[in-house]
Nanobody
Framework: QVQLVESGGGLVQAGGSLRLSCLASGRTFIWYDMGWFRQAPGKEREFVALIRWNDDNSYYADSVKGRFTISRDNAKNTVYLQMNSLKPEDTAVYYC?????????????????WGQGTQVTVSS
C-alpha cells in the first residue's frame, strides 16, 4: 500500500496559479488510479480530478474543467495538480488519494489511501 504526502499549497490572489504535488511511497504507484479532492470549511469533501493508472486518461469536476490539469510522473512516483485562474471558491484543503481497485471513480469512498492534505487559499 502506498503512502501519500502532498505539498505546494499556499496563499494566492484570484487569477493566480499553484501547482500541487503528491509524492507516493512504494513501488506499486503505477497500479493506482490517483485522484485529487478538496474540502472547504463546513462542506463535504468533493472530487476535483482523476488520472487513470494505465492510459493517463483524466477526468475533472465541472467547476475546475479548463482551469486545472492533473498529471503523473510514474518515474518520480508523483501526481500533480496544476491550478490556473484560481478563484476564491477554490479555497479548501486539497487531498491526494489512491484507488487500488482502479474504479475510475469520483467518489471519495472508493479511495482507500489518503494524504494529510495541503491548504490552498485564494484571496479576492
Amino acid at each position: 500500500q502506498v503512502q501519500l504526502v502532498e505539498s505546494g499549497g499556499g496563499l494566492v490572489q484570484a487569477g493566480g496559479s499553484l501547482r500541487l504535488s503528491c509524492l507516493a511511497s512504494g513501488r506499486t504507484f503505477i497500479w493506482y488510479d490517483m485522484g485529487w479532492f478538496r474540502q472547504a470549511p463546513g462542506k463535504e469533501r468533493e472530487f476535483v480530478a482523476l488520472i487513470r493508472w494505465n492510459d493517463d486518461n483524466s477526468y475533472y469536476a465541472d467547476s475546475v474543467k479548463g482551469r486545472f490539469t492533473i498529471s503523473r510522473d510514474n518515474a518520480k512516483n508523483t501526481v500533480y495538480l496544476q491550478m490556473n485562474s484560481l478563484k476564491p471558491e477554490d479555497t479548501a484543503v486539497y487531498y491526494c488519494a489512491a484507488d487500488a481497485a482502479r474504479r475510475r471513480s469520483a467518489s471519495a469512498g472508493d479511495y482507500n489511501t489518503w494524504g494529510q492534505g495541503t491548504q490552498v487559499t485564494v484571496s479576492s
